[in-house]
């Protein structure tokens, strides 16, 4: 477990200090992506200004294309610690998402396709958010386009220049002056280069970022008092979050590949905009979907898109294997990755489905004490609530879930009880499995699975399984009417017969028990 940030005056570093808020303290320890923690290699307590209520900003999508699953396995993540604070720790999430749709890409993509820009745009924005609906994925409690808010882009920018942090060049762009600013380097360090291009020699510094880009000829423009354009990149999620946060908000989140210098850039310009010491208190970043050493990128040619991998894998499939690495850490997908998750999750249908064929008699059980079984519940629901206190642990939850899992199904036999006997005093304890039952698929339907449970565990039916079971079926109710004929009839000269009938009883018997089949004659 990683250490919790104590005392961090004085330490020697290149990074602008982090500030512990003033609030509730959640008694949740998390990975804050903030240089002068990392640094330390600690985790920050959560500590949120309202004890029932947190303000989160997310980013969102640039719509000029289809959603792929490193897209996806960032929102997942992220839905998993919304899920997380809402449903253990009590706290409402006041969610919004910004969504990118006016953006050198979408424009390029709209032109090579002959498309009214903003309606393609539309498009793909419609297609996000079908996808995570189909994983189950929450959604915020507004999405706001940045087309919809260029007033309220303007207002930012002119403050920012009222303010001396921002500057207008001769060809119309306006540029934030980062040297005007003193509180450089919070989440990367101060001496990193800012790669923004400027291709007309035109900015004052190499680390100056675009607020509002002017127009080319042919491009698409709004009416600004410095000129024809429109706004940049990281401006966007700035104004967004201040109309409806204000001047701080509790988390912002992205994946790892926003931190710099997306983040960094809507740090600078929201803090001198509010003249605030620390705008945004806790920075989470996610990993980044991986092929082999690559990242996911529609620039690699290397994605899967999420409607394909829906036809591969199910929705519960993906999380799990999301879950499986810490969030903040890079995840592989491959094939023995994504084959795992599925015997996983297989594996965890197939308990839950034990316990209920149990509950309902159709399985034997070797002798327990069900005082083990509420000891291993019990110490299964303490390891759940200490991993999600540490850093929103899931692979430790999955793996403390899977133990659980393990130790009560140990305790399952192997054969099939067929009842054939109207129930009398056969007396079965089934309350620890329904309890335990009850809280594995409460805690992954809490953590945002669909089908886990014991009302799930069946796929659709193999044909040669059916025709098996049918003719099994049949065979047994041929050998039952056998032995109640033979056991009607008092007829002494009959004995022999009656004999020979239930000696070919007793042998289909065996020969089924042998096969893992019992059959229980209670008469």
């Known amino acids: 477990m990683a250490k919790t940030v104590k005392n961090l005056e004085g330490l020697k570093h290149s990074f602008y200090q982090w500030k512990l808020p003033k609030g509730h303290d959640t008694g949740i320890k998390v990975k804050n992506s903030y240089g002068c923690l990392r640094q330390q290699k600690a985790l920050a307590p959560l500590v949120v200004a309202d004890p029932k209520h947190v303000t989160w900003y997310a980013c969102g999508p640039t719509v000029y294309d289809k959603t792929h699953i490193g897209h996806a396995s960032s929102y997942i993540r992220f839905d998993t610690i ?28 709209a032109n ?3 498309k009214e820009f903003l309606s393609m745009a539309e498009h793909y924005e419609n297609e996000f958010k079908s996808d995570l609906s189909n994983l189950n994925i929450l959604p915020p409690i507004a999405y706001v386009r940045v087309s919809e808010i260029v007033p309220e882009l303007l207002s930012f920018i002119y403050r920012l220049l009222e303010q001396r942090h ?23 360090p101060i001496h990193q280069e800012w790669k923004e291009s400027d291709s007309g020699g035109e900015k004052r510094c190499a680390r100056d970022f675009a607020l509002w880009k002017a127009a080319k000829p042919g491009e698409p423009y709004w009416e600004a008092p410095w000129g024809k354009g429109r706004p940049g990149w990281h401006l966007e999620c700035s104004t967004i979050a201040s109309l409806y946060f ?11 590949d926003l931190e710099f210098p997306h983040h960094e850039s809507e740090i600078l310009q929201s803090e001198a905009f509010h003249c605030e010491d620390q705008w945004a208190n806790y920075f989470l970043h996610s990993g980044l979907l991986k092929f ?16 394909e991998a829906l036809k591969r894998h199910s929705p519960d499939v993906l999380r799990y294997l999301c879950l499986s690495t810490a969030w903040h850490t890079n ?18 249908k197939t308990f839950l489905s034990k316990c209920q064929q149990y509950v309902q008699g159709n399985i034997e059980t070797k002798t327990f004490e069900a005082a083990a079984i509420y000891h291993s ?5 303490s390891e759940v609530y200490a991993c999600m206190c540490n850093d929103f642990d899931t692979p430790g939850v999955l793996q403390a879930l899977k133990q659980l899992c393990y130790s009560v199904g140990e305790t399952f036999g192997k054969q099939i009880v067929i009842e054939n006997w109207e129930p009398g005093n056969h007396v079965r304890n089934t309350k620890p499995f329904v309890k335990v039952m009850t809280y594995v698929t409460e805690t992954f339907t809490n953590l945002g699975f669909q089908n886990i449970s014991a009302a799930n565990t069946d796929s ?21 009417k056998i032995r109640k004929l033979a056991m009607s009839s008092n007829k002494t000269s009959d004995d022999g017969l009656k004999q020979l009938l239930f000696k070919e009883c007793d042998y289909l018997r065996n020969e089924l028990s042998n096969k893992g089949i019992s059959i229980k004659d209670w008469n």
């Open 82 to 109: 919304r899920r997380i604070l809402t449903n253990y720790f009590g706290l409402t999430i006041s969610m919004v998402m910004g969504v990118t749709n006016i953006d050198d890409k979408i424009i390029t993509r």
């Open 112 to 114: 090579l396709l002959n």
């Open 166 to 188: 921002a500057y207008v060049s001769k060809q119309g762009n306006v540029w934030f002056d980062v040297d005007q600013f003193t509180k450089v380097g919070k989440l990367v």
């Open 246 to 256: 204000g001047k701080q908000i509790d988390i912002h989140s992205g994946a790892s």
């Open 292 to 307: 082999g050493k690559s990242k996911m990128s529609k620039s690699l040619g290397n994605v899967v898109n999420v409607d």
């Open 331 to 348: 995840l592989s997908y491959t094939n023995k990755d994504i084959k795992h998750a599925e015997a996983s999750v297989q594996q965890l």
């Open 377 to 381: 519940l019990d110490t299964c629901k």
């Open 460 to 480: 659709k039916p193999d044909v040669t399984t059916k025709v098996q079971d049918d003719i099994l079926g049949e065979l047994l109710k041929f050998r039952t």
